[in-house]
């Protein structure tokens, strides 16, 4: 069964960093790439970063751009998010997902994490 | 950047009744437009994917059409499970971004 879990959200002061995971399972992790996204309280779906299979290229969006990195262990068949210099405006669900580069969806999704940025 | 453009924004129907969600794209996106459900607390699940592909295991009364900016969810005859939230989703090759629309919610009228 084809199965994404994530972890590492919680409680962070504005300015403060925190890094999620994400565990897949029941696919060839390093032939995919792999996807953030999240969302706020109440709100729609918003994209955060994208990373191809190898790791070599990444993507984000203008609103993480400078603060937010992705990155891939293919060995651990794990996809990170280190978001620094976090704000009040980041507080969501993350989820993440897997990417068909072939149809530019996201095809299999994680049931989330909470990230609450407040003091 | 392209924008993906949602409407209604609240659709109220009954169920066994028919469903037309639109999302319109602000230039063209050829056929890769895909389509998510939301039901509350849960995590979006793919529907539709290159406009009119259903994907693996999702019922016959959904279907999608269109291509270039305008698209079309319709759920032929709702069944309870169907109210939620559905977004629209496109990728652009330049700037490398991947946009939603900002949903319709389907609800119980």
């Known amino acids: 069964e084809v199965q994404l879990v994530e972890s590492g959200g919680g409680l962070v002061q504005p300015g403060g960093s925190l890094r999620l995971s994400c565990a897949a399972s029941?696919?060839?992790?390093?032939?995919?790439?792999m996807s953030w996204v999240r969302q706020a309280p109440g709100k729609g779906l918003e994209w955060v970063s994208v990373?191809?299979?190898?790791?070599?290229?990444?993507y984000y969006a203008d609103s993480v751009k400078g603060r937010f990195t992705i990155s891939r262990d293919n060995s651990k068949n794990t996809l990170y998010l280190q978001m620094n210099s976090l704000r009040a405006e980041d507080t969501a669900v993350y989820y993440c997902?897997?990417?068909?580069?072939?149809?530019?969806?996201?095809?299999?999704w994680g049931k989330g994490t909470t990230v609450t940025v407040s003091s | 950047e392209i924008v993906l453009t949602q409407s209604p924004a609240t659709l109220s129907l009954s169920p066994g009744e028919r469903a037309t969600l639109s999302c319109r794209a602000s230039?063209?996106?050829?056929?890769?437009l895909a389509w998510y459900q939301q039901t509350p607390g849960q995590a979006p699940r793919l529907l539709i994917y290159?406009?009119?592909n259903r994907a693996t295991g999702i019922p016959a009364r959904f279907s999608g059409s269109g291509s270039g900016t305008d698209f079309t969810l319709t759920i032929s005859s709702l069944e309870p499970e169907d109210f939620a939230v559905y977004y629209c989703q496109q990728r652009s090759n330049w700037p490398p971004v991947i946009t939603f629309g900002q949903g319709t919610r389907l609800e119980i009228k």
């Open positions: 230039q063209s996106v050829s056929s890769y």
């Open positions: 990373i191809s299979g190898s790791g070599g290229n990444t």
């Open positions: 290159d406009a009119s």
């Open positions: 997902a897997k990417w068909d580069s072939g149809y530019y969806c996201m095809d299999v």
């Open positions: 029941g696919f060839t992790f390093s032939s995919y790439a």
